[in-house]
């Protein structure tokens, strides 16, 4: 069973950044499109960037211009979030997601608090 886990999550303060990572814990084969999406409280979970097989990219509003996604070019099944320029609006919890050909997986979510 494929289990994809997030690290990277903590505290920072308004300005500074943070880069998240997930590792899924064993090969994927055919993987269409990796994504994170977040979570605040009260709030749903919302698509915060993606990047597909062929590395195209997408990015909410929000986040465009201060994140960047990316994938690991030795290691494809690990997938990073650079984050800077953080906002205390970007507090949330953050979740990786792998779509494949045979499913679609998420991560158990790493906890990102902005504040001073």
């Known amino acids: 069973q494929v289990q994809l886990v997030e690290s990277g999550g903590g505290l920072v303060q308004p300005g500074g950044s943070l880069r998240l990572s997930c590792a899924a814990s064993t090969t994927i084969f055919d993987i269409y499109r990796v994504g994170w999406y977040r979570q605040a409280p009260g709030k749903q979970r919302e698509l915060v960037a993606t990047i597909t097989s062929g590395g195209s990219t997408n990015y909410a509003d929000s986040v465009r211009g201060r994140f960047t996604i990316s994938r690991d070019n030795t290691n494809k099944n690990t997938v990073y979030l650079q984050m800077n320029s953080l906002k205390p609006e970007d507090t949330a919890v953050y979740y990786c997601?792998?779509?494949?050909?045979?499913?679609?997986?998420w991560g158990q979510g790493t906890q990102v608090t902005v504040s001073s």
């Open positions: 997601n792998v779509v494949s050909t045979v499913g679609s997986y």
